[in-house]
């Protein structure tokens, strides 16, 4: 079997071990439960009936959007032989800011499914407006529509007087179906990490959306074992040592439960096997693997970052060094309040709040921070925290190392002294 450039690959189809492809049932391990929710859920289109709301919640890489993808597939398949279109319009929530922009993310992902016009431009209409182009799509395309939106506890938004933009959007998509905004059906599969997701939601929100309830625990050792078993072949025959899966399963369990890092892992060791042009996957390549995904993967971003994101992690990792916690956090409020302030140090132009909470939460997806949403008790409105699983110390250490801002860190005392004070007001 020949790779891309010609030369001999350990790969036999390395679509298996992506982590975005969509396996089929027969590939999905330890799920039965969520399957079976997630089918009755959705069950109710092949009657011609509206399909019910769903939360699905737990850590990740524990099969939230391939258990909706994979059902959502075979009943899509049903549902074409009766000659009816049933399809998930999805948008991740992590790199999006505003209610207006998710509802436009939404109009962008349905025009293009259905390869057509998004028909309504970005800026300079009203959310209401992108709103009704959506429902015109679905009207116009579809019969059956499941709206996913991915990480939604991370849609906060604007304005947190007005209330966070997630329970806007789950209010009224979950109504769409049956307010007439849609002849069709409709309804809204949210996944989330947070756990607590459900319960922070105010009373309206809760009982307008109203979904079937699905957690997704971590996998332990056994069942990432048998995932990987199962896409044992993405590789030749004879192309992995004795001994590969139960290693990258022992390591993947021991870090974080994840069935994304154990493919992810499996893939890499691939890749190093096929780099170093060797017909085997042996350990040592796996454990090659790891140590860079590992320790260097997350921390070799921060050269490549611009100075503004620079400055927006800089000042939250500093803040974290100083978190009065045992976790290393940092409140968006109080990271944005110092970015500005190094911003300012650094004489560049000084980005909005939500440009900063933006670079953020993209900052979750090099595994550098987790973001989560925070409330600050009635009538005081939701804010980010953002944790560090890494000591923010090195991050700290590592941003300064060779960067412009390494002329603040030379003002410890200033610096320790501006992150007291933010760090007393924002706790008084
Ligand atoms: N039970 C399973 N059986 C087989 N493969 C799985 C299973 N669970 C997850 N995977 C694989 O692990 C990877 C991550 O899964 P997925 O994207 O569904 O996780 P998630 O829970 O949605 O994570 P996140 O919260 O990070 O988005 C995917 O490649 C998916 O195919």
Redesign the pocket.
């Known amino acids: 079997m020949l790779g891309d450039e010609g030369k001999a690959s350990v790969f036999a189809d390395p679509e298996l071990v ?6 089929d049932e027969g ?5 039965d439960d969520q399957l079976e929710s997630v089918v009755s859920c959705l069950k109710p289109a092949l009657q011609g009936r509206n399909p019910a709301n769903m939360l699905l919640h ?10 909706i993808r994979a059902v959502a597939q075979q009943i899509g398949k049903l549902c074409q032989l009766k000659g009816e279109r049933f399809e998930i319009v999805s948008t991740n929530c992590r790199s999006i800011n505003t209610l207006d922009q998710a509802v436009y993310e939404l109009v962008r992902t349905a025009a293009e499914d259905c390869d057509t016009e998004i028909g309504v431009p970005e800026i300079g209409v009203s959310t209401r407006q992108k709103y009704r182009r959506l429902y015109e799509l679905i009207e116009n395309y579809y019969d059956t529509v499941i709206f996913v939106l ?2 939604i506890d991370l849609l906060v938004g604007q304005q947190a007087n007005d209330g966070p933009a997630y329970s806007k959007i789950l209010r009224e998509l979950s109504r769409a179906g049956s307010t007439g905004e849609i002849e069709g059906h409709a309804s809204v599969a949210a ?1 989330t ?1 947070d756990p607590s997701f459900i319960e922070n939601l105010d009373g309206r929100t809760e009982s307008t959306f109203d979904p079937r309830d699905i957690p ?1 625990p971590d ?1 332990d050792d056994a ?1 990432l074992r048998e ?1 990987l078993e ?1 896409r044992r072949d993405a590789f030749r025959r004879d192309a992995l040592e004795d001994g590969i899966i139960p290693l990258i399963a022992a390591l993947a369990a021991q870090s974080s439960g ?3 890092t ?2 992810n892992l499996f893939r890499s060791g691939g890749d190093l096997a096929d780099k170093w042009n060797e017909k085997t996957v042996t350990k040592n390549h796996v454990r090659e693997s790891w140590e860079t995904l590992d320790k260097e993967g997350s921390l070799k971003i921060i050269e490549e970052l611009s100075i503004q994101k620079k400055a927006s992690l800089y000042a939250t990792a500093s803040i974290a060094c100083h978190s009065p916690c045992s976790r290393a956090t940092a409140p968006s409020p109080i990271g944005f309040k110092l970015y500005q302030w190094v911003a300012g140090q650094l004489d560049v132009d000084q980005m909005t709040r939500e440009t900063y909470v933006k670079y953020m939460k993209k900052m979750s997806s090099y595994g550098l921070v987790s973001s989560s949403r925070k409330s600050r008790g009635r009538g005081g409105g939701v804010y980010m925290e953002f944790s560090f699983s890494e000591d923010p110390k090195a991050i700290v250490d590592r941003i300064v190392d060779g960067s412009r801002i390494r002329s603040i860190a030379e003002q410890e005392q200033h610096l320790q002294k501006t992150i007291s004070t933010l760090l007393d007001k924002f706790h008084e």
């Not at 590939?27 to 799920?31: A, S």
């Not at 737990?58 to 258990?67: C, E």
């Open positions: 992506q982590s975005e492809t969509c396996v590939r999905i391990v330890g799920r737990g850590p990740a890489g524990t099969g939230k959007s391939l258990l991915d990480e996944l990490r997704f996998y069942q995932i199962k994840s069935a994304r154990a493919i």
